[in-house]
């Protein structure tokens, strides 16, 4: 396990929002990567409240440590809850992240649920696998999950396609956004017709109409 620490928040978002976002980076970038901060303003013109907040491993590496790679997710467990006990009094709150983030927002969802901490559950590209290894399913714990979440996926993400996850036993407390042709970032091609800036707009309305319900 990770030793204990202070969690520093990064806050968007109106102060009278209907819900709050926590959300948690990707294993390689940190909590306001351009990709981080262009989702969160999104969210945050949806009237959702939004926190940002970094693993242990990336702090260390803003603060001029070496470039280490993430901890097992297993391993990061505690930093989550560390991070939803610092917003405890913003609710309803919901959890999530992109990749990783939202891996393990996963791995800690159920049992914060049950104690009322959190309302549900948000994952912006769900690693499912790693690229190339269908075989390695990281799905056991999202069969059985009982709390309300919201999977954002490209249609092409190399860590879970489509026609991959349609065939996956997923809990029905699942719902899934997909984003045609949309990469582990939700980036198409420009052959699609579709652009990162419509992804992450029509991304943003649904998961506030999402909240909403």
Do not use: N
């Not at 204990?4 to 959300?23: K, M, Q």
């Amino acid at each position: 396990m990770t030793e204990p620490r202070d969690i520093e928040l990064l806050r968007d978002g109106p102060r009278d929002a209907r819900a709050t976002l926590l959300l948690a980076h990707g294993a390689g970038a940190p909590m306001d990567s351009e990709w981080m901060e262009a989702v969160t303003a999104a969210f945050a013109a949806q009237g959702l409240a939004v926190a940002r907040f970094e693993f242990g491993y990336m702090a260390a590496r803003r603060a001029g440590g070496p470039k280490k790679p993430p901890p097992r997710a297993e391993r990061l467990m505690d930093e989550y809850r560390a991070a939803v006990h610092a917003l405890s009094a913003q609710k309803p709150l919901v959890i999530g992240g992109k990749s990783m983030g939202g891996r393990v927002a996963s791995l800690v969802a159920d049992d914060l649920h049950a104690a009322g901490q959190v309302a549900g559950l948000l994952c912006l590209g769900y690693p499912f696998h790693p690229p190339g290894k269908p075989e390695r399913l990281r799905t056991a714990h999202l069969e059985t999950l009982a709390t309300p979440a919201l999977i954002a996926q490209g249609t092409r993400d190399p860590f879970g396609r489509r026609e991959e996850i349609e065939g996956y036993a997923l809990s029905d407390r699942i719902e899934l956004c997909w984003l045609d042709d949309g990469d582990h970032d939700f980036k198409p091609r420009k052959a699609s017709g579709h652009t990162l800036a419509g992804h992450v707009a029509a991304l943003a309305t649904r998961v506030a109409e999402w909240v909403a319900d």
